[in-house]
C-alpha cells in the first residue's frame, strides 16, 4: 500500500512538473536542479558561480532547507533575487516538489531572466526522486564524503547530467583516490559531466560556468526560435 | 491526503518498534542507532569502536545502504556479525524501518549478544523519523560539513542522545568554528553529548567508547533485575 501511495505523490509531481517545465520555457528561463548530501559546499559554489555570471546571465535562486535562512541570507550578495523554503512549515520534506517550486517561482519576477537555480535539501536520496520541471540536474559531492557515494546512491547519479567533486582544496589531507572515484560515477553514469572544483579557492569553476553558459545560451535559443 | 498516509505509515513503524524494542530488552541486548549524512565517516568509527569493545562487549551490526555491501565488507574484519541491507530491492528506501530491522535481527545469532548497532543510510533527514526499536540514538557529523547543521536539521540532533563531531583531523585545513558548532548543537537539544572524535587517527574515542559501556552495562543489569 505504501508503494502504491508513493506512485500516485510522484504521478501528481510529475503533472505539475511538466507544467512547470512548459512555464520556463516559454519565458526561455533554464532552470537547474542542484542537489548534494548536506555540507558538500553547494551553497558556497552558488555563491562564486553567480558572482561571476551576473549580470551577464540574469540569474534566480530557490533554495530549500528544512529550517533557517542561512543559504538565502548568503546568497543574496550576490545580488540575484533569492526565496528561501523551509520545508519545516510544511512537515519537514526531506526533498522540493514541483508544486513548491511553482508557488515559489510566482514570488520572483520573471521578466528578463535567463537561470533560475533551485538548491534543494540536503539530501543524496529523496530529491533525486522529484522532477521540478528543470532543465538540468546537477549533483554536487564533496571530497570528504569519500569515493563511492555514487554507486552507493546511484539514482542521484543517474538521474544528473553534471557532477562536481568539490572541496579539492582538502585532497592533499584526505586518503581519496580520485580516479576511483571517476570510475565509480562511469559506472553508474557513462559520460557523465564531472568537474573537480574547490569553490573555497575557485579552482575548477572556469569549466563549470562554461557548461552552465552553453545550456543558458542554448534555452535562450530555442526561445527565439519559437 | 499525503500527510494522513505518511501518519499511518508512522504510526504502523512505532508498534513495530515497540515489539523490538521489548524483544531487544527481553534479551539484554543494547540496541545503538547510528545516523548522519552520507560520508560523515560512521562505518570507519564503528570499525574502531568494534575493535576495542569486543570480544568483552558481545556486538553485532546491521547495516542500511541503498545499494553495495562495501560498508558490510569493512565492519565484518572486526568479527562482528553483521547484516546488510540495501534498501534497493524495496525501492531505495531512504531509511531503516521497524519491521526491516525484525527481519535483519532474526539473521543474527541474539544469545550473549549484548550490543546492536543499527548503521542507518547515510541520510540527516527521514531516519530520523523511524524508530525502530533502538535504546539510543546517535549522529555523526563531519567537520567538514559546516557548523550549521543542527540548526538546519533539527529534528535529527532533537532525536539523538549523542553526537560525534568527527573528522577533527581535519580541523587545521577547514574554517570551522568548533565553539559554534557546539553552541548550534545546543541552542537545539541543550545539554546533549558532544564527543569530538577521528576516527582515522583515533583521537578523541576513548569517551565515546565509554558513553557506550556504560549504556550497555546498564542495559544488562536491568535485565538481571528483572
Redesign the interface.
Known amino acids: 500500500m505504501?508503494?502504491k501511495?508513493?506512485r500516485n505523490?510522484l504521478d501528481v509531481n510529475a503533472k505539475m512538473a511538466a507544467e512547470n517545465r512548459r512555464f520556463f520555457a516559454e519565458n526561455g528561463i533554464f532552470v537547474l536542479n542542484v542537489m548534494s548530501?548536506?555540507?558538500s559546499g553547494k551553497t558556497t559554489i552558488l555563491e562564486k558561480t553567480l558572482t561571476r555570471i551576473m549580470p551577464e546571465i540574469q540569474s534566480a535562486v530557490i533554495v530549500g532547507?528544512?529550517?533557517?535562512t542561512?543559504d538565502a541570507d548568503r546568497l543574496s550578495i550576490s545580488g540575484a533575487p533569492v526565496v528561501q523554503i523551509n520545508t519545516?512549515e510544511f512537515?519537514?520534506d526531506?526533498h522540493l516538489a514541483a508544486h513548491v517550486i511553482e508557488n515559489a517561482a510566482r514570488q520572483i519576477d520573471l521578466a528578463g531572466l535567463d537561470l533560475l537555480i533551485v538548491e534543494n535539501?540536503?539530501?543524496?536520496?529523496?530529491p533525486a526522486e522529484f522532477d521540478i520541471g528543470e532543465d538540468a540536474r546537477v549533483v554536487v559531492l564533496?571530497v570528504?564524503?569519500?569515493e563511492?557515494?555514487s554507486?552507493?546512491?546511484?539514482?542521484m547519479f543517474r538521474e544528473c547530467q553534471a557532477c562536481l567533486l568539490n572541496?579539492t582544496?582538502?585532497l592533499p589531507?584526505?586518503d581519496y583516490d580520485l580516479e576511483k572515484a571517476r570510475q565509480y560515477i562511469d559506472q553508474v553514469h557513462p559520460g557523465m559531466s564531472v568537474f573537480e572544483t574547490s569553490a573555497k579557492t575557485g579552482e575548477g569553476l572556469d569549466s563549470w560556468i562554461s557548461w552552465i553558459r552553453e545550456r543558458v545560451a542554448e534555452k535562450a535559443g530555442l526561445q527565439q526560435q519559437a
Not at 532547507?65 to 533557517?68: A, Q, V
Not at 554507486?151 to 539514482?155: E, I, M, W
Request: aromatic share 6%.
Open positions: 505504501e508503494v501511495v508513493v505523490v548530501s548536506p555540507g532547507d528544512i529550517c533557517t542561512n519545516d512537515g519537514g526531506c535539501v540536503g539530501n543524496l536520496v529523496c564533496s570528504a564524503e569519500g563511492d557515494k554507486v552507493k546512491y546511484p539514482l572541496k582544496d582538502l589531507y584526505l
